[in-house]
């Protein structure tokens, strides 16, 4: 099915630990981004690539890293998780920011990560 | 920076009221507005997008409406029923600046309709 896939699901880190959700889509999406949704604060930007090789900082950006080397692919690296990172990620893609019409964006299922 | 409120944060109602739900933002320069539902669990489904142009949207029971210069939206949920229930959200695109096509998102409103 086409859309955005997000693995894993769940997961449980230990502090220090380090860790890659993945994102991946097959709509040839340019736009990609990924949020955090925090209880009581709403989704927060922390990456987005506007393209394959173009990434840039959301809001939230300490603590993550992220690359672009695909138009498919968009994963979303912690390097030393720490249990502020307790969060639920959401990855999200659109074909064009500003396509009328089709700027809607597809989100994932989620990936919930707990960190001890 | 924009900021984005919703109102109120939780709603329970019986099944087959009308319902308002309401979104208010911060700056005005705007690209678009989007409502998403959220179901438990799961990742967010968008139900509809206003432009800045625009003034409403509809889509089927669903009617969504934009004030920008007030910096206002509502969504109206006709004759609810319990598969409704979710979190509403409320999104606004940024139009300018360092923030250009960033979304903004609301804490959302927890809807549950009862039978």
């Known amino acids: 099915n086409a859309g955005v896939t997000q693995t894993p699901k769940f997961q449980v880190l230990k502090t220090g630990q380090s860790m890659t959700l993945q994102c991946a889509q097959d709509m040839n999406h340019e736009y990609m981004s990924w949020y955090r949704q925090d209880p009581g604060m709403g989704l927060r930007l922390i990456h987005y690539s506007v393209g394959a090789g173009i990434t840039d900082q959301g809001e939230v950006p300490n603590g993550y890293n992220v690359s672009r080397s695909t138009t498919e692919d968009f994963p979303l690296r912690l390097l030393s998780a720490a249990p502020s990172q307790t969060s639920v990620y959401f990855c999200a893609s659109t074909t064009n920011l500003y396509n009328t019409g089709a700027n809607v964006l597809t989100f994932g299922a989620g990936s919930r990560l707990t960190v001890l | 920076k924009q900021e984005v409120t919703q109102i109120p944060a939780a709603l329970s109602v019986p099944e087959g009221e009308n319902l308002v739900l309401n979104c208010s933002f911060t700056d005005s320069a705007i690209y678009n507005l989007q409502w998403f539902r959220q179901d438990p669990g799961k990742g967010l489904t968008s139900l509809l997008l206003i432009q800045s142009s625009q003034r409403e949207q509809t889509s089927g029971r669903l009617n969504a409406s934009l004030d920008k210069s007030s910096g206002r939206s509502t969504l109206y949920i006709a004759a609810s029923q319990p598969g409704d229930s979710a979190t509403y959200l409320c999104?606004?695109?940024?139009?300018?600046?360092?923030?250009?096509?960033?979304?903004?998102f609301g804490r959302g409103t927890q809807l549950t309709v009862w039978p």
């Open positions: 999104a606004v695109q940024a139009d300018r600046g360092s923030t250009l096509g960033r979304l903004y």
